[in-house]
């Protein structure tokens, strides 16, 4: 068995780490990422920017190599390396792929604990072995995807775990890289898709909402393209070593709208003829919506669920900067998925016939809040928060 990992190993000479090619995709970037579920949403999006620059990557997963298939031509020929039936408990395949790579990205996540791993094992145990690891070998870089909000006083039991994880990394390995992505949306995702298995009755949108709630929540979710892009660049820029990044879209909506406009794009009707939209939204406790969920988590315990509790609780989490780094000072000045743009893009395969080849132009998108004004007022707990997301990395 441990032969058949270390089939990827390479020895490295002064050649393996100077760029060199015509460039893009044919050619050698000079240096090596071990990307950690490199499979999920973010991983294959990050794969595919590597891949355009002549990156080349080391790919674990726990798939057949026919599942994977359709990865190999985002690269040149050679250039990604996946390492099928690989477990996060094997520590001697995972000590061999740390060892012959650069530079190593987690992206393992996981919102809902399976028969075979629990969630404090994914997002506690496991980066802390990795970053051992990783300091072990001397790494060049470790970039953690953790959590928009992770904080360890947080009411989400996800959240205060994502924050553990991120303590035992830096506590391993503390020049380490965490980014904190807010809700992250592009085609075949699990926000505004997953809109469409909310309970609704007659009409109606049950949207939680909690009692302690004095303003209405705000969403700025962030293109999985963005967050690729973001990824990538914390791989290579220097000087960013030991911090710790929020990336936050650059549009803001509330989340009452979002509900709205989703369904509304998706029934092919998003607003009557005085553009008032139809759709009314109904608040109910969190609490019912995550009974609502946990059921659909029994009724899919063989498989993914659709709609799970951590989900819940994340959708109805406001986003706005907290003062941290963010997507500028990563290199990124413009967003380049913006879902104002491309929306339609990602709901389209749920329209109705009549509707399917609506453009842009015929669709009324919610409208912008100003983040700046809807801050004002809650100065006094945006500091409490940040206070406290700088405590829990102490």
């Known amino acids: 068995?441990?032969?058949?990992?270390?089939?990827?190993?390479?020895?490295?000479?002064?050649?393996?780490?100077?760029?060199?090619?015509?460039?893009?995709?044919?050619?050698?970037?000079?240096?090596?990422?071990?990307?950690?579920?490199?499979?999920?949403?973010?991983?294959?999006?990050?794969?595919?920017?590597?891949?355009?620059?002549?990156?080349?990557?080391?790919?674990?997963?726990?798939?057949?190599?026919?599942?994977?298939?359709?990865?190999?031509?985002?690269?040149?020929?050679?250039?990604?390396?996946?390492?099928?039936?690989?477990?996060?408990?094997?520590?001697?395949?995972?000590?061999?792929?740390?060892?012959?790579?650069?530079?190593?990205?987690?992206?393992?996540?996981?919102?809902?604990?399976?028969?075979?791993?629990?969630?404090?094992?994914?997002?506690?145990?496991?980066?802390?072995?990795?970053?051992?690891?990783?300091?072990?070998?001397?790494?060049?870089?470790?970039?953690?995807?953790?959590?928009?909000?992770?904080?360890?006083?947080?009411?989400?039991?996800?959240?205060?775990?994502?924050?553990?994880?991120?303590?035992?990394?830096?506590?391993?390995?503390?020049?380490?890289?965490?980014?904190?992505?807010?809700?992250?949306?592009?085609?075949?995702?699990?926000?505004?898709?997953?809109?469409?298995?909310?309970?609704?009755?007659?009409?109606?949108?049950?949207?939680?909402?909690?009692?302690?709630?004095?303003?209405a929540i705000l969403k700025m979710p962030i293109h999985v393209g963005d967050v690729g892009q973001a990824l990538l660049n914390a791989c290579r820029m220097p000087k960013i070593e030991g911090k710790t990044f929020e990336l936050l879209g650059s549009e803001a909506y509330y989340l009452n709208d979002l509900h709205q406009f989703v369904h509304g794009t998706m029934s092919g009707d998003s607003s009557d003829d005085n553009g008032e939209y139809q759709t009314q939204i109904r608040h109910v406790p969190i609490g019912m919506l995550k009974a609502y969920a946990k059921m659909q988590e029994l009724a899919w315990f063989m498989g993914k669920p659709p709609l799970d509790r951590v989900l819940i609780e994340l959708n109805h989490q406001s986003e706005f900067p907290t003062g941290m780094p963010g997507m500028k000072d990563l290199g990124i000045e413009h967003h380049h998925g913006k879902l104002s743009e491309i929306v339609l893009e990602c709901l389209r395969p749920y329209r109705p016939h009549k509707n399917y080849y609506d453009t842009m132009d015929e669709i009324k998108l919610p409208e912008a809040v100003n983040v700046d004004e809807y801050l004002k007022p809650v100065d006094r707990i945006r500091s409490r928060i940040v206070g406290d997301l700088d405590k829990s990395l102490v």
């Open 1 to 215: 068995m441990s032969k058949y990992y270390l089939s990827f190993a390479r020895n490295k000479s002064i050649s393996q780490v100077v760029e060199k090619g015509i460039g893009g995709r044919h050619s050698d970037a000079g240096f090596t990422i071990a990307v950690f579920g490199g499979t999920g949403q973010i991983g294959r999006n990050l794969l595919t920017r590597m891949g355009r620059e002549g990156v080349q990557a080391v790919v674990p997963h726990r798939l057949t190599d026919k599942k994977v298939i359709h990865f190999k031509p985002m690269a040149d020929l050679g250039q990604f390396n996946f390492i099928q039936f690989y477990d996060i408990r094997n520590d001697e395949a995972t000590e061999q792929i740390v060892k012959y790579s650069d530079v190593v990205v987690n992206c393992i996540g996981r919102t809902y604990p399976t028969r075979n791993f629990a969630l404090d094992e994914v997002h506690v145990h496991w980066p802390d072995k990795l970053s051992k690891m990783c300091k072990k070998h001397n790494k060049d870089r470790l970039v953690h995807m953790s959590a928009y909000g992770a904080n360890s006083k947080a009411d989400s039991s996800f959240l205060r775990l994502k924050a553990a994880g991120e303590k035992v990394m830096r506590r391993n390995f503390p020049e380490s890289v965490i980014l904190r992505p807010a809700r992250v949306f592009g085609r075949a995702d699990d926000y505004l898709t997953l809109m469409r298995f909310l309970p609704h009755v007659a009409g109606n949108i049950l949207v939680g909402k909690r009692w302690s709630d004095k303003k």
